[in-house]
């Protein structure tokens, strides 16, 4: 584990009590940039989902604490947002959290190939996960997975009606 990686977990300590007490999850730490031009996108959820108000009150939350850390060399930009719809799937807890959900899957098997795989979340603990692909399950250790997400899906689309269109009246029939 590198000095950065160190470090988030730091970060990640310092922020997760904070952001509970006012009831936000905080889902992922990801810093991005060069020392100069650091990002620090910190990424929250809470039951329901996030909207423009929670990541205020996030924001809010995190901002001091971040300048108070102390950890980060010269200025950074702070980036506060939810997971989204398609979320990176990067902890153990977010592969619990997406159980039951299409996801997607690019690992490398023991030999180095790579490969792509999709499929149902059925089950996930700290050692790995298994999805049902093609009727069977396919389970994959975390150290062989380079990313996964999940996948939205969209319903199928409403049929639309019957009846007239828009803007033209019905014409009636006159008795002759």
Known sequence: MGERSDRLDDLRTNLE?????????????????????????????????????????????????????????????????????????????????????????????????AQRDRGVLISADDEGCTIETDGAPKTFTYNRIEQARTIFEWGPAEKPGKGTKPGRPKKEMSPQ
Not at 35 to 56: C, F, K, M, N, S
Not at 75 to 81: G, N
Request: net charge negative.
């Open 17 to 113: 009590g904070p952001l509970a007490e006012i009831g936000i999850d905080l889902f992922d730490i990801i810093r991005n940039g060069t020392d100069r031009a650091t990002v620090i996108q910190v990424i929250v959820d809470r039951p329901g989902g996030v909207d423009l108000e929670a990541v205020t009150d996030a924001t809010r939350v995190i901002s001091p604490l971040l300048d108070a850390w102390g950890r980060l060399d010269g200025a950074y930009t702070l980036e506060v947002s939810s997971p989204g719809l398609e979320r990176p799937l990067r902890r153990p807890n977010h592969f619990t959290g997406a159980i039951g959900m299409t996801v997607a899957i690019r690992s490398r098997d023991e030999a180095g190939v």
